[in-house]
């Protein structure tokens, strides 16, 4: 689709202003994307106004909703959280715009919106997102995640790895001393590790987030009193920088000493890694729609990432 509001040089094909002999994307203020268009403007959580210059009347949008933040919530269900769901496409110019803020322990995502684009934030602990969003880790059962704007379907319930989707789903609690959690599913937006809590003495670790633009937080490993450090927290989902198209990593799980707390890292977001998870605390998710590690009520969850806007004309 082209963008009606887009000029090229008298004479010249539109598609040509895409490139330039001494345009070099790496050191110019301006991201070249498809279509001939410019990365004009960012937009953080926080930000509500946005300035189109006269004469442009459409504007091509990219908005990631804020992660899930991880859980906290006594022994079962303290998965992580999942990463907030993507939209993009054409879009009326308007002054306005919502960018979502992520959620804190064991709460959803917030939705981030400019014109008629929109993407919901992902779901914490045992619950899903909206619009988009993934599903967090830590039920018995794996809660699926959401369908986005454009209809693509979110992930359907699972009984261990949480299933791929536009927001994929969580992965499922284990109850079984020696066993790892299910990990959150991959897609557009990956999903929640699960909890690993079984009584007895061999490793208990938590599910890994699962990956996409953004990756769901991990989830907790703990009540294992074995040797060294057999609680370990699950790490958080891999994402990819969409303007660059490099990979964001996810923050690692903490391993924690016989009956302490494994948490969980927090999952990457499309602009900026997770964070890793500590003794105390879950690791935060990226920049981005990045899922919250999990804690238990011990500690401290990590909150998911913030969403984020881009528009381009």
Known sequence: MANPNRRGSSGEPTRNSMQGGNYTPWTNTHFVLPYGLRLQQTKNAGDTTVTIPAGITWV???????????????????????????????????????????????????????????????????????LGGAGGGGSLTAVGGATNYWGIPGASTSSGNGNSGSGAGGGVTANTNGATAGSGGNGISGGGGGQSYGAGSATNTGGAGGNGLAGGGGGTGLLSTGTGTPNVGGNGGNGINILTNTATTGGSGFSAASGAIGRGGGGAGIAGNGNPATSTNGGNGGLGGGGGGASTTSGTAGNGGAGILYLFY
């Open 60 to 130: 091509y949008a990219i908005a990631v909703g804020g992660g899930g933040g991880g859980g906290i919530t006594g022994l079962v269900a303290t998965g992580g959280g999942g990463a907030g769901g993507v939209a993009w496409g054409w879009t009326i110019a308007t002054s306005s715009c919502v960018v979502g803020t992520g959620g804190g322990g064991a709460t959803n995502g917030n939705y981030t919106r400019y014109g008629n684009i929109i993407a919901g934030g992902g779901g914490p602990n045992s619950a899903s997102g909206f």
